[in-house]
């Protein structure tokens, strides 16, 4: 059976018998079909963890049953939700409105894509919905779920093929 990792409203995750510290998003927690691009909210469901990218300059890539992807300094994800691309990863430069995944801040270091609002890609219902490595203070996201990095990479270790990441109502 593959992991199942949940991301609850009060800023804790769990796994297998553990308890980990959360940063969830500043909008809070919301119903997927309420999911707005820009709202900062989290989506609730339950998301496939597809890919990990990760900055090869920062880091080794993590111990993972998921596929990895290095990160380069022309990674960006498209957040235009009127662009054909939109919620997916594109080349930089990019004409349209995308986040830089080569970032100055350690937040993208390591980040796992999940299954949001991708199958089908509905326009204005949310990009780049990730589970990524959390600020020092723990600072609400603009929808993500953060780990510290060391819980990130525990996390990792323990997903395979499969896993899921379950934002919790």
């Known amino acids: 059976m593959s992991a199942h990792f949940?991301?609850?409203?009060?800023?804790?995750?769990?796994?297998?018998?553990?308890?980990?510290?959360?940063?969830?998003?500043?909008?809070?927690?919301?119903?997927?079909?309420?999911?707005?691009?820009?709202?900062?909210?989290?989506?609730v469901g339950v998301w496939a963890m597809k890919?990990?990218?990760?900055?090869?300059?920062?880091g080794p890539a993590p111990e993972t049953g998921l596929e990895t992807v290095p990160i380069s300094q022309h990674d960006g994800w498209c957040d235009a939700p009127d662009h054909p691309l939109y919620n997916r990863p594109v080349t930089r430069p990019f004409e349209a409105s995308h986040e830089r995944l080569w970032r100055d801040d350690h937040v993208y270091d390591l980040v796992v894509e999940l299954g949001h609002n991708d199958d089908p890609v509905v326009p204005g219902r949310g990009s780049a919905i990730f589970m990524h490595v959390a600020k020092p203070d723990y600072a609400p996201t603009e929808g993500c779920v953060a780990l510290a990095e060391n819980d990130l990479r525990a996390v990792l270790a323990a997903a395979m093929p499969g896993a899921v990441l379950e934002i919790a109502a």
């Not at 796994?15 to 989506?43: H, N, Q, Y």
């Not at 990218?53 to 920062?58: A, M, Q, S, V």
Request: hydrophobic residues 35%.
């Open 51 to 58: 890919r990990v990218y990760y900055r090869p300059d920062r």
């Open 6 to 43: 949940v991301a609850r409203p009060d800023s804790t995750f769990a796994f297998a018998d553990r308890t980990l510290r959360c940063a969830l998003g500043k909008g809070g927690v919301v119903a997927a079909d309420d999911k707005a691009e820009g709202d900062g909210a989290s989506p």
